[in-house]
């Protein structure tokens, strides 16, 4: 059985838990209200924008979206129903299939970019200072990489 938490740490992991579903939450409502993407749309069309020719196969795309092979196909094919994405078969290997960044994906990115960029930083940016956003970085970089690791057992 695992070790009960200290005070400290019971606050923290509460405040940690309360504070990012809002995060989250505050994020999805504005992106959706002003742009009509959800917080998911836009990281599929931020990751693939930057992918080399805008497009990569499905399971990479998953991994790197953290997001369960299922989830993403699901996801894509939302999205391909609304012509941000396409699904193409992979050159050179005709069981994958590639998720591909269309001209109005690209679009619909650049038109929501700015717009999300000032709700992250209302909402969490421009409240941190130096010190507080390295230590963001360097908690989730190490949380991050642990999680997405294979597990050994």
């Known amino acids: 059985m ?4 200290t005070e400290s740490q019971q606050r923290a992991w509460r405040a940690f838990i309360e504070g990012s579903w809002a995060l989250h ?3 999805e409502d504005d992106l959706r209200a002003q742009t009509g993407l959800s917080m ?9 924008s930057e992918a080399s020719g805008r497009r990569l196969r499905m399971g990479e795309l998953a991994g790197r979206l953290v997001f369960s092979p299922s989830r993403c196909t699901y996801q894509i094919s939302s ?6 994405v396409a699904k ?21 990115l650049r038109a929501a970019a700015p717009l999300h960029l000032a709700t992250v930083r ?5 409240d941190l200072d130096d010190a507080e956003i390295a230590v963001l970085d360097r908690v ?3 949380l991050g990489a642990r999680l997405r ?3 050994a057992t």
């Open 88 to 108: 193409e078969n992979c050159p050179g290997d005709r069981r994958g299939q590639e998720a591909v960044l269309t001209a109005e994906g690209l679009a619909a």
């Open 40 to 48: 998911s749309d836009y990281h599929v069309l931020v990751v693939l």
């Open 79 to 84: 999205m391909v129903r609304r012509g941000l």
């Open 140 to 142: 989730f970089t190490r």
């Open 25 to 27: 939450d505050r994020l």
């Open 122 to 126: 209302q909402t969490l940016v421009d």
């Open 149 to 151: 690791a294979p597990s």
């Open 2 to 5: 695992a070790e009960p938490l």
